[in-house]
């Protein structure tokens, strides 16, 4: 791999972080919401105020590979 396709792969390997963040936070928000519907979890979740979170949705434009120039600026 040379200098100028290293950087584009290391957008790459960020937005995949990024996804993967997101469905790590969106399985957890899952079990959250549900949980805070189940009986007697409802309850207590009724008491203190818990609220249902929102799963996260990524914008469409989210899916496009930024496009990048290293090119030299003139001086």
Known sequence: MNAMTRP???AVLAAAAVLSSGCSYN???SQYNTLRRQFPSNITAGLFGFEEYPVFN????AERVPRVDFGRQPS
């Open 8 to 10: 584009a792969g290391v």
């Open 58 to 61: 990524a914008p469409p434009e």
């Open 27 to 29: 399985r957890f928000v």
